[in-house]
Every structure is written in structure tokens, then in C-alpha cells.
């Protein structure tokens, strides 16, 4: 037994590693659709994510549990909502990646946290600690003051930020194991995937089929999509809530340092201010999380 509990511990960190790094590096697999539209490969991305996850699925034995939540009206309406959510979240960062706003992408994940924190006080009756209502004000202060200097609303970040906020919450709500309502999802946003791709092909100016790098790219998107959310899954039955919420800033971490050295993005004097509210934020809600003194 010993030797298989220190298997377990040893695979948590691994797997978040594995998960987070992954989601860190999407840029760069994104910006490989040159000339692509966001919502073309946003509708491959669900299509080929059904495809492996059903095989998953199928693999695992698990279709009855597939098709008990198919019975449930209720549920599959709380997925479709879901659904809508992760669609919008997807096709806007993609977005953001491939109209060289990394940077701005990015910091819809560190507000992230933030905005669940939110939503759990209004939705959820969660309590609100003192650092945590601290870290949301702040966080809150840096964006006003951002719009208020440009003059601009950094809506990609903020897109980023709710609707996964509000997903996390819906799913959390379903209460449906994660590779289950994540197929579910994709089978119900399949159909108009589908329909759009089908219009492009009738028009004329669809890539599926134009190139044999091109095809692989829009098939591997459902591997790219699916494996992380798999290692974050065994992650999350491994570690504590606290361990992986450290964890959870690899990924915007490593979109950000994309963003600026290697995609050259510009990272101005009043990002820099916001950015630094988003971080002072984080890490007072972080702290207070790690010791106990606010619910994580």
C-alpha cells in the first residue's frame, strides 16, 4: 500500500504539470492556423474532441453513464448553457491568440480565479475572507484604472475570465463526471460545428482538406483540447485544492511570457500597472488560500 500511495503523490504534480504546461503552450499551436478564422477552428476543435472523447469513452466502458445524463432534460439543459459558455471562452481566446493579443488572453486567466471567487459568494453563499474581498478590489482597480487611462475596455481578457467562470460554476452545478459533460458539450455544439463547416465547403472557402499539415492541425486540435482536461482530472484526485490552485497560474504564466518574447506583443507602461494589480491580487488571495484564513 505504501509504495502505491507514494505512486500517487509523486504522479499529482506530474500530472498538473502535464495539464497547465499544455494549456501554457496553446499559443503556439494556435498560431500554426495561419489565415484561419477563429470559428473555423473552433467547429473542428469540438468535432474531433467529440470524436476522441466518445473513443475514450467507448474504450472505457463508461456509455451507459453517457446515456443516463442523455435521459436527464434537466441536465443536458444545464450542459447546453455550459456548453454555450466554453464555446464563447474557446472561440474568443483563440481569437486573441491569432489576433497577437496574447498578452491580453493571458490575463483573462489570472483574473479567473478571481471572478469564481465572485461567483461562489452570489451563487453559492461560499464566505468571502477579508484577503479575499482585499484581493478582488484590487484586482477590480487595476482594470477600472486601465479603462480609464486607454480609454479601453480589455474585452478579450474579460470574455476570457467570465465565461470560465461561469462554466466552472454551471459544471460545478450539473454535477456530471468531467469527461462525460465535456462530450456531452461537444456532441450538442457538434451539430452547428458541423453546419458551419458544411457553409464554408458550400462557399468555397473552407481549409479542411487543403493541405495535409493543414488537416492533421484541425484533427490534432481535439487531442490538444481533451488530453489536458484528462491529466487535469487525475491531477485534481490527487492534490489538495490549495496545491492545485498554485499550479493553476503555470498556464497564464507561460501564455504571458509567450506573448511578450516570443510574439514580440507590446507590453506598455499602463499594462504593466494593470497587470501588477492582477498579480499584487493573486497573491493575497493565494497567500490566504495556502494558510487557511479564506475558503479556497
Known amino acids: ?144 484604472l486601465f479603462i480609464l487611462k ?16 461561469f462554466y466552472g460554476l454551471l459544471r460545478k452545478l450539473a454535477n456530471v463526471a468531467p469527461m462525460v459533460g465535456l462530450a456531452i458539450e461537444t456532441l450538442l455544439l457538434t451539430p452547428v460545428a458541423i453546419g458551419f463547416l458544411l457553409y464554408l465547403h458550400g462557399k468555397g472557402i473552407g481549409h479542411f482538406g487543403q493541405g495535409v499539415e493543414q488537416t492533421l492541425l484541425f484533427v490534432g486540435a481535439g487531442g490538444v483540447t481533451s488530453l489536458p482536461l484528462l491529466w487535469f482530472n487525475n491531477a485534481a484526485k490527487r492534490l489538495t485544492l490549495a496545491t492545485l490552485g498554485f499550479f493553476q497560474y503555470l498556464a497564464p504564466s507561460a501564455q504571458f511570457l509567450l506573448g511578450v518574447f516570443l510574439f514580440r506583443e507590446p507590453f506598455t507602461r499602463d499594462y504593466q500597472v494593470m497587470f501588477g494589480f492582477i498579480w499584487l491580487a493573486l497573491v493575497l488571495y493565494s497567500v490566504s488560500s495556502w494558510r487557511g484564513k479564506a475558503p479556497a
Request: hydrophobic share 55%; glycine share 10%; with cysteine.
Open 1 to 144: 500500500m505504501v509504495p502505491s500511495s507514494l505512486n500517487r503523490d509523486r504522479s499529482g504534480p506530474l500530472y498538473a504539470l502535464l495539464a497547465y504546461g499544455s494549456w501554457g503552450l496553446f499559443p503556439l499551436y494556435w498560431k500554426l492556423f495561419n489565415g484561419v478564422s477563429a470559428l473555423e477552428i473552433l467547429s473542428h476543435r469540438m468535432i474531433w474532441s467529440l470524436v476522441l472523447l466518445l473513443g475514450l469513452l467507448a474504450l472505457l466502458g463508461r456509455g451507459q453513464e453517457l446515456l443516463k445524463v442523455l435521459r436527464s432534460p434537466q441536465t443536458l439543459a444545464m450542459l447546453l448553457a455550459s456548453a454555450a459558455l466554453l464555446a464563447c471562452n474557446w472561440g474568443v481566446y483563440i481569437y486573441g491568440v491569432n489576433s497577437d493579443r496574447v498578452v491580453e488572453a493571458s490575463l483573462g486567466y489570472f483574473i479567473n480565479p478571481l471572478v469564481s471567487v465572485l461567483l461562489g459568494f452570489f451563487c453559492l453563499g461560499e464566505r468571502l475572507g477579508r484577503w479575499q474581498r482585499g484581493a478582488v478590489a484590487i484586482a477590480a482597480l487595476g482594470v477600472v
Open 150 to 165: 486607454v480609454g479601453q475596455v480589455p474585452w478579450i481578457a474579460l470574455i476570457v475570465a467570465f465565461t470560465f467562470a
